[in-house]
């Protein structure tokens, strides 16, 4: 049997019901990566989504309350990584610490981006146009070189990270 659904009108006080309606949605986890003024930066984002084939385009929503919102709204350059399964500690460590990767084997891309290694997939991308987003801001990037490998995806799904079954519904 299923609980009966919650139904509400979203104003300033049901922020807590959004989000339990938002996280219905399952999604992968990337770490978004950038050169900073101080050095590497990232930050986990399950806001990614793929908007256009020609010209290739990717988005992630940053949220404004984030410290981190003024250098990955205003950088040139920036790299999109899609976790691996196995990939959860990095997803945590990387939200709360900007520095939360390691530094030691981390690369670099041909635009001198920060990149992880051992990621699913990798969009390479140049700042395409920034919207607004109400309290998030919703950046287009054009994918300047794509890598992808086989593997399991890391999977988000009402504020946990899940395991994707390898069950093929289709
Ligand atoms: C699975 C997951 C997905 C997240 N997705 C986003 C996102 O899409 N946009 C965003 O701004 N923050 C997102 N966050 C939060 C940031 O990764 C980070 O925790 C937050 O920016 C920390 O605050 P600070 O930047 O002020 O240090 C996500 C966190 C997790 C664990």
């Known amino acids: 049997m299923t609980d009966a659904p919650i139904s509400f009108v ?3 006080d049901t922020g807590r019901q959004l989000r339990d309606a938002f996280g ?5 986890v990337t770490v978004v990566t950038a050169q900073g003024p101080d050095g590497p930066s990232a930050i986990t984002a399950n806001s990614f989504a793929s908007v256009s084939l020609d ?3 990717v988005l992630w929503s940053p949220s404004r309350t984030s410290r981190r919102f003024d250098l990955f709204t205003n950088v040139t350059h920036y790299a999109i990584h899609v976790l691996a399964a196995d990939q959860h500690d990095l997803c945590w460590s990387v939200a709360k610490d900007r520095q939360g990767f390691d530094m030691d084997t981390l690369g ?4 001198g981006v920060p ?3 051992d990621c699913l997939a990798r969009f390479d991308c140049a700042r395409y146009a920034v919207h607004d987003g109400g309290d998030h801001a919703i950046v287009v990037g054009q994918i300047l070189r794509a890598t992808y490998r086989s593997g ?3 999977a ?3 504020g946990k990270m ?5 069950e093929d519904l289709s």
């Open 10 to 12: 979203p104003t300033g």
């Open 24 to 28: 219905r949605f399952a999604t992968g």
């Open 55 to 57: 010209p290739a385009l």
């Open 108 to 111: 670099r891309n041909e635009n």
């Open 115 to 117: 990149i992880l290694a």
């Open 152 to 154: 399991t995806p890391l």
């Open 156 to 158: 988000f799904y009402g």
């Open 162 to 166: 899940v395991r994707l079954s390898e």
